[in-house]
T-cell receptor
Framework: ETGVTQSPTHLIKTRGQQVTLRCSSQ?????VSWYQQALGQGPQFIFQ???????GRGNFPPRFSGLQFPNYSSELNVNALELDDSALYLC???????????FGPGTRLLVL | EDQVTQSPEALRLQEGESSSLNCSYT??????LFWYRQDPGKGPEFLFT???AGEEKEKERLKATLTKKESFLHITAPKPEDSATYLC??????????????FGKGTSLLVTP
């Protein structure tokens, strides 16, 4: 049990819709990262937030956006959903200055 | 660009049959190498962080080692509950993505009684 929670656990959307996924970081962790994991693949880095600002981004288009709140909870927003967005979305938190990231259980998104 | 390759893709062991998983990496300035365990439909569970060549870490039946080009996860006398996908990831000093983890595809381990 890492203390990182995510909601919802599962979600079904249709192509073109928008989705918001939520994450609550482990206590004392002020940095959060989001990853996308397609079936049979390793997680792919989407972006990272520190002090409510994005400070690192992977190869994902601008329709993937995020927010981090003062209580270190965060959101991942995806606009104009595509079929290929179907995946497990993982949130990971860490303490500033430490390298190890602790993952939540993920949100399984299915786009039809 | 950082690259991580894990082998084998899948491994089936009998209970008690020891083996090793391999993680080969290419990175400009290693900040850390990480091993995670992932059960189906769950988030990755942290196992080890290794920082420099020659470093070793152990936890129960697992031992992780690191060289300048690869890392091994040794599993001694595995049990069925060790069945999972084992993920390797690297973090580099020179990445423009902060503390982003670059993962391999994982090794799917099945331990049969």
């Amino acid at each position: 049990e890492t203390g990182v929670t995510q909601s919802p656990t599962h979600l079904i959307k249709t192509r073109g819709q928008q989705v918001t996924l939520r994450c609550s970081s482990q206590s004392g962790h002020n940095t959060v990262s989001w990853y996308q994991q397609a079936l049979g693949q390793g997680p792919q880095f989407i972006f990272q937030y520190y002090r409510e600002e994005e400070n690192g981004r992977g190869n994902f288009p601008p329709r993937f956006s995020g927010l981090q709140f003062p209580n270190y909870s965060s959101e991942l927003n995806v606009n104009a959903l595509e079929l290929d967005d179907s995946a497990l979305y993982l949130c990971a938190s860490r303490k500033a200055g430490e390298e190890t990231q602790y993952f939540g259980p993920g949100t399984r998104l299915l786009v039809l | 660009e950082d690259q991580v390759t894990q082998s084998p893709e899948a491994l089936r062991l009998q209970e008690g049959e020891s083996s090793s998983l391999n993680c080969s990496y290419t990175v400009s300035g290693l900040r850390g190498l990480f091993w995670y365990r992932q059960d189906p439909g769950k988030g990755p569970e942290f196992l080890f962080t290794l920082y420099s060549a020659g470093e070793e870490k152990e936890k129960e039946r697992l031992k992780a080692t690191l060289t300048k080009k690869e890392s091994f996860l040794h599993i001694t006398a595995p049990k069925p509950e060790d069945s999972a996908t084992y993920l390797c990831a690297v973090q580099s000093h020179t990445s423009n993505s902060g503390y982003a983890l670059n993962f391999g595809k994982g090794t799917s381990l099945l331990v049969t009684p």
